[in-house]
């Protein structure tokens, strides 16, 4: 009789698909308080300097983990801890967009900055729950399928509100588009009614203070918690150097047309990244964490040599090709490994804040090192730059091999205690 593949039976599990739609709804509202709403203003004759001001909106997704102690704390009356919080974020979001749809940028620029700044406050709040969620319902060896399937889901979802929105509004106008962007949000509504509560393994902590507290504690008692944390911020920092200037390259380093950014780069990359992080989560079925950790590592730091290449080679639309699509397959299967090894690193009792955490400090490379590869750039030039970014990779790498008991430990060990804990409560009842 024919077996399907382990990773065939966890593509088509009814989590999975969740997963994917949850995935979907949280990427939904970043490109309408960004791109989208950029281009908006500007539409409408808004001046420079005010459309500017709103990058600003966007401040609520980093500073998230500030308020997620509450999400961990206290639950609302309905639908459990997780899919209380879920559907609330939603229904809020709904109701912005739809106030956002009644407004109109020239009469009102400031309104809507301001209900731009509510829909990312509501969305990284649903991103907290989504992510404690997503975490808590997964077990061990679904982590690599279900973060392929949450990552496809939220770059679909980007590619929705940062580009299809553009398209509608050029027909429709940007209300009535806004108005289209608020019933896809129905989506998340749906699939929070279809899902079903994880099994809380762990009671919440009894004050607000400890709330706030025993995250970071918990954490920092951990067996090498300092080169955890290190390894977080490192494992993709090459990844991080190479991609902050590849659209400043393509275009001044090497001399390629914006048309040729947009489709090859932006869209092709796109397709590339999803389909590396859906294989990364097949692989790691069979693979286990930390092998994936460290041959998705060593795959995703030596695909920037392809830049290095191109940077001698010139303007050559087939190494252009080749380029992008290995490069961010490279750069997905890396994504599918480190959000699954996130996900193994969080307690059960303090999911939605030390997820919330470890996802802003992952973050901190990919914010900062923007200004030390522009001075890089321009002391040793593009080539040399390109082969500066494998060595930047190389740091999280021999971390990864030192705390390979550690982190292999890690999987097993939360297993473990989510059986246990399981065994106790049917005794107990």
């Known amino acids: 009789m024919f077996n399907k593949p382990e990773w065939l039976r966890l593509l088509f599990q009814k989590r999975m698909l969740l997963i994917l739609a949850l995935g979907f709804v949280s990427g939904l509202p970043l490109g309408l308080s960004g791109t989208a709403l950029q281009a908006w203003y500007a539409i409408d004759g808004v001046d420079v300097v005010t459309i500017g001001f709103l990058a600003l909106v966007g401040q609520p997704y980093v500073y998230k983990f500030i308020w997620a102690p509450l999400m961990d704390k206290w639950r609302l009356p309905y639908l459990g801890r997780r899919r209380g919080w879920m559907l609330t974020t939603q ?35 649903q991103d907290i729950a989504i992510d404690a969620y997503r975490t808590e319902l997964l077990k061990p060896e679904e982590r690599g399928m279900g973060t392929s399937m949450a990552v496809s889901g939220y770059r679909i979802a980007m590619l929705v509100s940062g580009g299809l929105t553009l398209i509608i509004a050029d027909y429709a106008g940007f209300s009535v588009t806004y108005f289209i962007m608020a019933a896809l949000m129905g989506i998340g509504i749906l699939a929070t009614f279809w899902a079903k509560e994880p099994q809380n393994y762990r009671e919440s902590p009894p004050t607000f203070i400890a709330a706030c507290i025993e995250p970071f504690k918990e954490f920092l008692t951990r067996r090498h918690a300092i080169g955890l944390l290190a390894f977080i911020v490192l494992y993709k920092l090459g990844d991080a150097f190479a991609s902050t200037l590849t659209t400043t390259f393509l275009l001044k380093g090497v001399g390629f047309t914006l048309k040729d950014v947009g489709l090859i780069n932006k869209t092709g990359g796109l397709v590339s990244t999803l389909f590396g992080v859906f294989v990364g989560g097949v692989m790691m ?28 080679i010139g303007a050559n639309y087939l190494m252009l090709i080749i380029t992008v699509c290995l490069e961010n397959f490279g750069g997905g299967l890396g994504t599918a490994a480190f959000m699954a090894l996130v996900m193994s690193l969080c307690n059960p009792r303090f999911t939605a804040t030390q997820f919330a955490l470890i996802s802003a400090l992952a973050a901190v490379g990919r914010v900062f090192v923007g200004p030390l590869a522009g001075i890089l750039v321009d002391n040793v030039g593009w080539s040399e730059f390109f082969l500066w970014t494998v060595v930047f990779a190389m740091p999280g790498l021999i971390l990864l091999i030192w705390l390979k008991s550690t982190i292999q430990g890690y999987a097993t060990s939360q297993e473990e205690a989510v059986q246990s804990a399981i065994a106790e409560a049917k005794a107990s009842a």
């Open 285 to 312: 079925v069979k693979m286990g964490l930390f092998r994936s950790l460290l041959w998705f590592g060593i795959i995703q730091a030596l695909t920037n040599l392809l830049f290095f290449a191109l940077s001698l």
């Open 91 to 125: 229904i809020g979001l709904i109701g912005v967009l739809c106030l956002m749809a009644m407004m109109d940028p020239k009469s009102d620029p400031y309104m809507l900055a301001f209900m731009a700044l509510c829909l990312a406050f509501l969305s990284a709040t």
